[in-house]
């Protein structure tokens, strides 16, 4: 059963007419999702952009579409459709639902992952907390794994791939002395899954789905 809701794809904000003169109001709102580059309206952006808003919500793992829908239609302007535009910008795939304790496999290898913040390292007082933000600013951190997939994994074709070759290089690359620490593709994939909600809301991270060539 799904447990959280997620915007998939990077904006690319309004787009305007070539007219004279002017007009203020945007012809469309634009978003690249794996190789296309979706136009939404002003009522499809304003909720797609929602699903970033709640912050201390993603921290907990507690935005499901429920939670998005109240959110919606608790705004100073609300959206008198607002169901109707969720379901509908989930069905074209720019709305996630998913649980990060449940199955990642087949999920995560129609994904990759894109970091779009800082790399902020640790700090002395927390080495195991790993940091990123913007303009010197930490919004997450994380432990190692999450912050190696967050910094590494679109190198590899999809984010199933990158936690098993993460998992894998904990024993190849061991010195001969070395104890391997027992990863697994799951594991790796679980300890991200948790922590994709906070990347993404904080626009740290940006999903992606595969492009199909």
């Known amino acids: 059963m799904p447990r959280v809701i997620i915007p998939v794809g990077f904006s690319l904000g309004p787009q305007h007419r070539y007219v ?5 109001k945007p012809e469309s709102w634009e978003v690249h999702l794996g190789g296309d580059m ?3 309206t002003e009522d499809e952006f304003s909720v ?20 998005l829908v109240d959110l919606l239609l608790n705004a100073s302007n609300p959206q008198p459709q607002v169901e109707s535009l969720v379901g509908s910008l989930i069905d074209r795939g ?28 640790s700090t002395p007082e927390e080495p195991h907390y790993h940091r990123m933000g913007h303009h ?23 984010l199933w791939e990158a936690c098993a070759y993460f998992a894998r290089a904990d024993e190849e690359e061991l010195e001969e002395s070395e104890e ?13 899954a948790l922590n994709m909600p906070m990347m993404i809301a904080t626009q740290c991270a940006f999903l992606d789905p595969v492009a199909v060539l």
Do not use: C
């Open 48 to 67: 797609y952009g929602a699903a970033f808003l709640d912050l201390e919500g993603h921290s907990k793992l507690r935005v499901d579409r429920a939670r």
């Open 136 to 158: 010197n600013r930490a919004l997450v951190a994380v432990q190692n794994d999450a912050y190696v997939m967050w910094a590494f994994s679109f190198v590899h074709p999809n």
């Open 180 to 192: 391997p620490i027992g990863l697994t593709a799951e594991g790796v994939a679980r300890e991200l």
């Open 94 to 121: 720019l709305l996630l639902e998913f649980d990060p304790e449940g199955p990642l496999d087949d999920l995560f290898r129609r994904y990759r992952l894109f970091p779009t913040a800082e790399g902020m390292g």
């Open 38 to 40: 979706l136009e939404l």
């Open 20 to 24: 004279r003169p002017a007009d203020p």
